[in-house]
């Protein structure tokens, strides 16, 4: 079992920058693969990006390319999003999520491929 804490959400004024951070515990963190997703109100839950075990790789969905940043801290067991250039449209709950992935260089993207989640952190972005 693993168990994930967001913290580091909050509101914002367009173009401002927030850094999520997601803390791990229960399981050896460095064998799971982690994602971010976000869900706005009215919308399903999608994918933000991702980064692999060994954090070597990070994929991140078109909408946030360049804005956004993944990174991990292994030996902190945590997982962050740096988030600048922040827009209204970004406004969501944040939610970090695991997969015990066997590939040190996996990425995964979609939902059911990830095994825990956290309970999420609400970002909101004003206009």
């Known amino acids: 079992q693993v168990q994930l804490v967001e913290s580091g959400g909050g509101l914002v004024q367009a173009g401002g920058e927030l850094r999520l951070s997601c803390a791990a515990s229960?399981?050896?963190?460095?064998?799971?693969?982690m994602g971010w997703f976000r869900q706005a109100p009215g919308k399903e839950r999608e994918f933000v990006g991702a980064?692999?075990?060994?954090?070597?790789?990070?994929f991140y969905v078109d909408s946030v390319k360049g804005r956004f940043t993944i990174s991990r801290d292994n030996a902190k067991n945590t997982v962050y999003l740096q988030m600048n250039s922040l827009k209204p449209e970004d406004t969501a709950v944040y939610f970090c999520?695991?997969?015990?992935?066997?590939?040190?260089?996996?990425?995964?993207?979609?939902?059911?491929?990830?095994?825990?989640w956290g309970q999420g952190t609400q970002v909101t972005v004003s206009s």
């Open positions: 999520a695991a997969n015990r992935a066997l590939n040190t260089g996996s990425i995964y993207s979609r939902s059911y491929e990830y095994d825990y």
């Open positions: 980064i692999s075990r060994s954090g070597t790789s990070a």
């Open positions: 229960g399981r050896t963190f460095s064998n799971y693969a």
